[in-house]
């Protein structure tokens, strides 16, 4: 795994975050390193899956990135005859997910589209991942997404939502900041690099509360939401379409 170092350096000006090769290539270490339980998330992604996935059905894997989502679910769902769909609309993350599909699932039924998730119709979906992925969504498409996401989704489906939270009152808010920027202290990132980080990612992802969430969740249409997992600022939601 090769170590990210990306902010290491001192910059003039740092840039916006983007999803290119240089990140694409540090990425699994970047995410170790910097979302708290990021391995547990993906490790459980598989078990959620194996409750709720069904048969002959599609499992979307929606802003895939290197496809660790779809390889857990994968590993605990390998005996059932299922079609993973995933997309990125970032062609370094999505060249580097084809080659690890394959090598990783070569027998599986994967198809990998590089385009916007807001683009992608879901159909006979049993099982749909964003796995911090909607945050880098503008807000007022984000209901939209979900919408589509529950139509596309048989009864039973479950759509798993992780995301950074944001939280009302800015004292709690900072408070868990400081806690997320000593987990990536603790991870061998220094000052310059998180303050850096965080300079070229805060008009990225835009983080909401959690009850944002859930209220857009119910909205959208799902019966049951319910938070399974948080490690500091960092979730995830399970919905369930009844
Ligand atoms: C934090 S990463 C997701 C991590 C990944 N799901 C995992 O579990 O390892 C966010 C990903 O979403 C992708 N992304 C962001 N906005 C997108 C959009 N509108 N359409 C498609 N992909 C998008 C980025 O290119 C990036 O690969």
Redesign the pocket.
């Known amino acids: 795994m090769k170590q990210d170092n990306l902010f290491s350096v001192e910059k003039e000006t740092v840039a916006d975050f983007s999803?290119d090769e240089a990140v694409a290539d540090v990425f699994p270490d970047m995410?170790r390193r910097s979302i708290p339980g990021y391995e547990n998330i993906?490790a459980m992604l598989g078990v959620l899956a194996r409750c709720h996935v069904q048969d002959n059905t599609r499992v979307y894997?929606?802003?895939?990135?290197?496809g660790?989502?779809t390889l857990s679910v994968h590993r605990q769902t390998r005996e059932l005859s299922l079609q993973h769909i995933c997309?990125?609309?970032?062609a370094a993350?999505i060249k580097r997910c084809a080659s690890t599909l394959k090598r990783h699932m070569p027998a599986a039924s994967v198809e990998l589209i590089c385009?916007?998730?807001?683009r992608i119709p879901i159909k006979n979906a049993s099982v749909v991942?964003l796995?911090?992925?909607l945050q880098?969504?503008p807000k007022t498409t984000r209901l939209v997404l979900l919408k589509n996401i529950y139509k596309g989704l048989n009864s039973g489906g479950v759509l798993i939502l992780s995301e950074k939270l944001l939280y009302d009152d800015a004292e709690v808010n900072q408070l868990f900041i400081q806690w997320h920027h000593e987990f990536k202290r603790a991870n061998g990132y220094s000052d310059l690099e998180i303050s850096q980080k965080r300079a070229a990612i805060e008009n990225v992802l835009i983080p909401d509360t959690l009850n944002t969430h859930q209220t857009r969740l119910t909205e959208a249409g799902f019966s049951h939401v319910h938070q399974w997992f948080q490690a500091f600022n960092f979730s995830s939601l399970i919905a369930v379409k009844a």
Do not use: E, K, R
């Not at 894997?61 to 290197?66: F, H, I, K």
């Not at 997309?87 to 970032?90: I, L, M, Q, R, Y």
């Open positions: 999803f995410l993906i894997d929606l802003g895939c990135s290197l660790a989502a997309v990125d609309n970032s993350m385009d916007d998730i807001q991942l796995n911090f992925t880098f969504l």
